[in-house]
């Protein structure tokens, strides 16, 4: 059974720093691209970052283009979130999602069950 | 970016009831759409890709259409289950977009 499970979510302060991880489970981890998509409280879905299986290929949103960087460990199967000069526009629940192939490009066939980061003073 | 309009954003219907939600892309995606159900108080979960293949283990109630700029999503003989939030999403171009969801409840 495929399983992604976040972590390292909380609450910080305007300026600071967080990193997330992402364990997964079920699937050769290293075969998969992988991305962060976020849903701010009550609201739709922005796609983040992703990240090829090799890690070559790195993508970011405009949003946190400069101050996120995405990462991963294939001898760990765990997939990071970098998050650094957090902004209150920043608060939302973070999924981490496994794209489903290569081929598709970025459609997301496994999401975790997302981890709530909160940007307040 | 390429925007993604769902219609309605909500949607009241009743047991047994066919059910279509639209989604416009901003551009021609060429059939590069996916749709997404998000159950209350879970994550997201795929339900068709490249605007009409259903994915495993999804209902056969659930169908999807369209080309170009237009897409939509058909729910058959809806079930209580069905209650959910729908988004779309395009996957021709990067950034990969989402629709603004379409909620669904029962009548």
């Known amino acids: 059974e495929v399983q992604l499970v976040e972590s390292g979510g909380g609450l910080v302060q305007p300026g600071r720093s967080l990193k997330l991880s992402c364990l997964a489970s079920g699937f050769t981890f290293s075969n998969y691209g992988m991305n962060w998509i976020r849903q701010a409280p009550g609201k739709g879905l922005e796609w983040v970052a992703s990240?090829?299986?090799?890690?070559?290929?790195?993508y970011y949103a405009d949003t946190v283009k400069g101050r996120f960087t995405i990462s991963r460990d294939n001898a760990k199967n765990t997939l990071y979130l970098q998050m650094t000069s957090l902004r209150s526009e920043d608060t939302a629940l973070y999924y981490c999602?496994?794209?489903?192939?290569?081929?598709?490009?970025?459609?997301?066939?496994?999401w975790g069950q997302g981890v709530m980061v909160t940007v307040s003073s | 970016d390429i925007q993604m309009t769902q219609s309605p954003a909500s949607l009241s219907a009743s047991l047994g009831e066919t059910v279509t939600i639209e989604c416009l892309a901003s551009e021609d995606i060429y059939s590069n759409l996916a749709w997404y159900q998000q159950k209350p108080g879970k994550s997201p979960q795929l339900l068709i890709y490249y605007a009409n293949s259903l994915n495993d283990g999804v209902p056969s109630r659930f169908s999807g259409s369209g080309s170009g700029t237009q897409y939509s999503l058909k729910i058959n003989s809806l079930q209580s289950e069905d209650v959910s939030i729908y988004f779309c999403?395009?996957?021709?171009?990067?950034?990969?977009?989402f629709g603004g969801g379409t909620k669904l409840e029962l009548k």
């Open positions: 999403q395009q996957n021709y171009d990067s950034p990969p977009t």
């Open positions: 999602a496994r794209q489903r192939n290569y081929y598709d490009g970025p459609v997301f066939d496994y």
């Open positions: 990240i090829s299986s090799s890690s070559s290929y790195i």
